[in-house]
C-alpha cells in the first residue's frame, strides 16, 4: 500500500463543481484582482479566526515583510524568530530593514516558548515572531507578556484552534467522533475560550494559501489577520505600492495583491476547513492507536490546543533508517528542515554562533511522515507497520 506524504487532490473532489461555479463566476464578472471575492473573502476569513479584519495578499512570505513594516518594524530594529521552521519565517525579516535574531523551541513541540524567546530579547527587539509550527499553537499570551508584540506566522495553522474547556484531561476532546477525535493536552494551563484561534492572538498573524496548506489555493496567495484598525489600514496601503488612492504615493511599498480566483477558490473550501481539521486530528489518532508513540517521539500538542496537524513530524535519533524502509515501502516521507535557518549560508551574518541546542537535535532528527485530512486507519497502521520493520 503505498501512502502520499500529503494530498491535496483528494478533499476537493466533492468540491468540484462548487468549485467550477466559482471560477465561473469569476470569470463572468470581469473583475480578476481584488474585487468583491477579495472583499467577501476578506470578512469571512476574518470572522472565522476571530479577528476584526483579514488583508489578501500574494503569499505568505510578503504577509510576513507587511505585517512587520505595518507593525513598526524598520531599519535597526531586532526581530525575534525561530530557526527550526520553513525558511521564509526569516528570509521575511531583512526586507524590511530589521535583523532576525534566532530562538530556540521546545524539543517537544517543535514552537518557541516565553523562555526561548526571553534569551534572544534585547532593548533593540521590536517584534517576535512566532511560529505555529506544523499546526501546533505557539503559547502567544505567554510571550506577549514578556511586553514585546508578537506576530502569530500562521501559514501551517489555518483550521488549528484552542479548545481550553473542550479539551478533557485524557486529550479526547468531547465526542467530536471517530474522525474528530482528540488530541494530547501537555500541561494544565488555565482553560482558553474554545472559539480562539491562531489569526487573533497576537498584534497580528500572517496566513499562506499555497496549494498543500491546510486551506490552499490553486496558485498563491496569503493574508494578514489583526484587530487593529489602523494596522490593517496601513498593511491595505502597503500591499498597493504604498498608495491609498492610486494617485498618491507616500511610502514604499508592494505590489502584493490576492486575486479574485484565489479568493473564490478559498470561499468554496473556508466551511470545510474545520472538517478538515478534524480529519488531520483523526488522522494524528490513528498513529497513536496503531502505536508509533512506542516506537519514534511522535508531535506534542501545546496546552490547551487542537492542531491540525498541517505536517506529522516524528523523530528519531537515526531517522536515515526510518527514510530508506519508508522509501522502499512507497511511503511519504520528508526531512523538511534538515539545516536549520541559522545554519544557511545566506543567513551567516545573523545566525553565525546562536545557540539553539533543541533547534539543532531537531533539526537532525526530525522526518515528516503522511498526514491529511483523508488518511485512513489502514493507511496509519501500514506507515507504522513499517516505521517498527525498519527499527527491528
Ligand atoms: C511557516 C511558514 N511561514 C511562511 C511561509 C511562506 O508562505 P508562502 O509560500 O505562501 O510565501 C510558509 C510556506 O511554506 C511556511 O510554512
Redesign the pocket.
Known amino acids: 500500500m503505498t501512502v502520499p506524504l500529503f494530498d491535496t487532490s483528494a478533499p476537493l473532489v466533492p468540491l468540484r463543481e462548487e468549485l467550477r461555479a466559482a471560477i465561473e463566476r469569476v470569470l463572468d464578472s470581469g473583475h480578476y484582482i481584488l474585487g468583491p471575492e477579495v472583499q467577501t473573502f476578506e470578512r469571512e476569513f476574518a470572522a472565522y479566526c476571530g479577528a476584526a479584519e483579514a488583508v489578501g495578499v500574494a ?4 504577509a ?1 515583510t507587511i505585517a512587520l513594516r505595518a507593525m513598526g518594524v524598520g531599519r535597526g530594529d531586532e526581530v525575534v524568530v525561530p530557526s527550526f ?2 525558511y ?2 526569516a528570509e521575511a525579516i531583512p526586507p524590511t530593514g530589521a535583523t532576525p535574531v534566532f530562538c530556540d523551541i521546545d524539543p517537544d513541540t517543535y514552537c518557541v516558548t516565553a523562555e526561548t524567546v526571553k534569551a534572544a530579547l534585547t532593548p533593540r527587539t521590536k517584534a517576535v515572531i512566532a ?1 505555529h ?1 506544523f499546526g501546533n499553537i505557539a503559547p502567544i499570551a505567554e510571550i506577549e507578556a514578556l511586553g514585546v508584540p508578537v506576530l502569530e ?1 500562521a ?2 495553522a489555518a483550521g488549528s484552534r484552542i479548545c481550553g474547556d473542550a479539551v478533557s484531561a485524557d486529550g479526547s476532546d468531547g465526542g467530536a467522533g471517530e474522525r474528530g477525535g482528540g488530541t494530547s493536552e501537555r500541561d494544565g494551563a488555565p482553560a482558553a475560550s474554545p472559539q480562539a484561534r491562531p489569526g487573533a492572538l497576537g498584534t497580528a498573524a ?1 496566513f ?3 496549494p498543500s ?1 491546510n486551506l490552499g489555493c490553486f496558485g ?3 493574508a494578514i489577520t489583526t484587530s487593529d484598525p489602523a494596522l490593517a489600514e496601513r498593511v491595505r496601503v502597503l500591499r498597493f505600492h504604498g498608495s491609498h488612492d492610486k494617485v498618491s504615493y507616500q511610502e514604499i511599498g508592494y505590489n502584493s495583491r490576492l486575486d479574485e480566483l484565489q479568493a473564490a477558490i478559498l470561499r468554496v473550501e473556508l466551511p470545510h476547513l474545520d472538517g478538515w481539521a478534524d480529519g488531520r486530528r483523526a488522522a494524528a489518532d490513528y498513529y497513536a492507536q496503531a502505536g508509533l508513540g512506542e516506537l519514534v517521539q511522535t508531535p506534542v500538542a501545546t496546552a490547551n490546543a487542537a492542531p491540525a496537524w498541517h505536517l506529522y513530524v516524528i523523530a528519531h535519533n537515526q531517522p536515515e533508517r526510518l527514510e530508506s524502509a519508508l522509501a522502499g515501502a512507497g511511503i511519504g516521507h520528508k526531512p523538511y528542515y534538515r539545516v536549520p535557518i541559522h545554519l544557511q549560508e545566506s543567513m551567516r551574518a545573523w545566525g553565525t554562533g546562536a545557540q539553539l541546542p533543541a533547534t539543532e537535535h531537531a533539526a537532525r532528527t526530525h522526518l515528516a511522515i503522511p498526514m491529511s485530512p483523508v488518511l485512513t486507519r489502514e493507511q496509519a497502521a501500514e506507515v507504522t507497520t513499517v516505521v517498527h520493520e525498519s527499527l527491528a
Open positions: 503569499n505568505g512570505t510578503d510576513i521552521t520553513f521564509a519565517s511560529v509550527l506566522d501559514a501551517q500572517t499562506s494559501f499555497f496548506k498563491d496567495g496569503g
